[in-house]
Every structure is written in structure tokens, then in C-alpha cells.
T-cell receptor, first 109, second 114 residues
Framework: EDQVTQSPEALRLQEGESSSLNCSYT??????LFWYRQDPGKGPEFLFT???AGEEKEKERLKATLTKKESFLHITAPKPEDSATYLC??????????FGQGTTLQVKP | GAGVSQSPRYKVAKRGQDVALRCDPI?????LFWYQQALGQGPEFLTY????????KSGLPSDRFFAERPEGSVSTLKIQRTQQEDSAVYLC????????????FGSGTQLSVL
């Protein structure tokens, strides 16, 4: 059964304190590994898609990387506006996005 | 439209009532998905349409849940005889073509069953 697990569940950082979020996956025939950001009361907003091990993508203070078993979302020098829940999802043979439970990030000024 | 639109934004139902949740996807998007998100959890797949055809309904929790997209555009998720365990946020998403693509999500309908 396809499964995506994220850690930690919650993360509190000081502004400027860099860290990483982890996403472990077992998805048959992985076609894509997706990262989304979700703000309270909103739907998930697309950030990145990674397709193969070794691939990296960047957007402002965020960088996503992919290995054969995990993906990491690195946050460099975060700001309070980066506070949100970050969701990881895998898509494979079934074609459906299977989501992890998310990591809730709080960045304090 | 500019994005995926869902209505109502909030719905309170008494246990046993029927509810209907509406989703208006991005114009031109062929595929439409419904997800259920419990508090503190990630979204869970319910069902998937390509145009008007419902190609996968494997995630629907029971036969009380029914979804339709009769003209390949707007979709309705109906829940009959609501139960307390149905309380969740129901998210609709669309994509340009089909599976294995990034999804564009609406803001969801928060359903509370009392």
C-alpha cells in the first residue's frame, strides 16, 4: 500500500534559523513527489514537483530534494510569513496524490 | 474562473441530514478530484472525474457518499444521512489533464455534523 510519512509533526523556529522537513515515501512506480503549502482555512497551494532521485528545485527560501526513499524541504533563513503547514504527496501507479499528514511550521520573529 | 471555487464555505448539519457540496473547477481543466481532510491530517482521496466520467471512487467511505459531474464542469459531492464522523473539510481540486499532475485546490467546505 502506498504511504507517505512526514516528520516532524510540528516545528518551531526563530526567524533566520534554517532547518529541514522530512518526507518518507513508499509509492509504487513513483511518477512525482509533490510539495504543497497550506495556510489555515485555505486549500493546499502547489510548491514543487520532483520526478527522479537527485533532483532539486528551489523557490525563494525553499529548496526541495529527492532520494529514492525520502524528500527533504530545506528552509533557509525563514521569515514569519513562511509559517504554514507543509504537505508532501506522492503519485505513482494509481495516479492519485497520496498525502502525508503534514508538518506545521511556526517561525517566530 | 481564476481558481477553484467551492461552496458553501461552512456547513452545519444535524445528524441524519443530507448535504450537497459544490465545486466549480478552473475553466478548461479536464480532471476533478475530491479529498477529505480531517483536523491535523493530510488530505485523503475520495474520488476522481475525467470530464463527466467518474473513473475512480475507491476512496468514498460508504454508500452514503455520492459524487457527480454531469456536464464535465461543476461537480457536487452529496452525503446522505450525515454522521458525526463525516465532520471534516472537503477539498475539491482540478488539473489540466489527468493523473500524476499538480492539483489546484479550492479553499474547501468545512462540514460540521452535530
Amino acid at each position: 500500500e502506498d504511504q507517505v510519512t512526514q516528520s516532524p509533526e510540528a516545528l518551531r523556529l526563530q526567524e533566520g534559523e534554517s532547518s529541514s522537513l522530512n518526507c518518507s515515501y513508499t509509492v509504487s512506480g513513483l511518477r512525482g513527489l509533490f510539495w504543497y503549502r497550506q495556510d489555515p482555512g485555505k486549500g493546499p497551494e502547489f510548491l514543487f514537483t520532483l520526478y527522479s532521485a537527485g533532483e532539486e528545485k528551489e523557490k525563494e527560501r525553499l529548496k526541495a530534494t529527492l532520494t529514492k526513499k525520502e524528500s527533504f524541504l530545506h528552509i533557509t533563513a525563514p521569515k514569519p510569513e513562511d509559517s504554514a503547514t507543509y504537505l508532501c504527496a506522492g503519485s505513482g501507479n494509481t495516479g492519485k496524490l497520496i498525502f502525508g499528514q503534514g508538518t506545521t511550521l511556526q517561525v517566530k520573529p | 474562473g481564476a481558481g477553484v471555487s467551492q461552496s458553501p464555505r461552512y456547513k452545519v448539519a444535524k445528524r441524519g441530514q443530507d448535504v450537497a457540496l459544490r465545486c466549480d473547477p478552473i475553466s478548461g481543466h479536464v480532471s476533478l478530484f475530491w479529498y477529505q481532510q480531517a483536523l491535523g491530517q493530510g488530505p485523503e482521496f475520495l474520488t476522481y472525474f475525467q470530464n463527466e466520467a467518474q473513473l475512480d471512487k475507491s476512496g468514498l467511505p460508504s454508500d452514503r457518499f455520492f459524487a457527480e459531474r454531469p456536464e464535465g464542469s461543476v461537480s457536487t459531492l452529496k452525503i446522505q444521512r450525515t454522521q458525526q464522523e463525516d465532520s471534516a473539510v472537503y477539498l475539491c481540486a482540478s488539473s489540466y489533464t489527468g493523473l500524476n499532475e499538480k492539483l489546484f485546490f479550492g479553499s474547501g467546505t468545512q462540514l460540521s455534523v452535530l
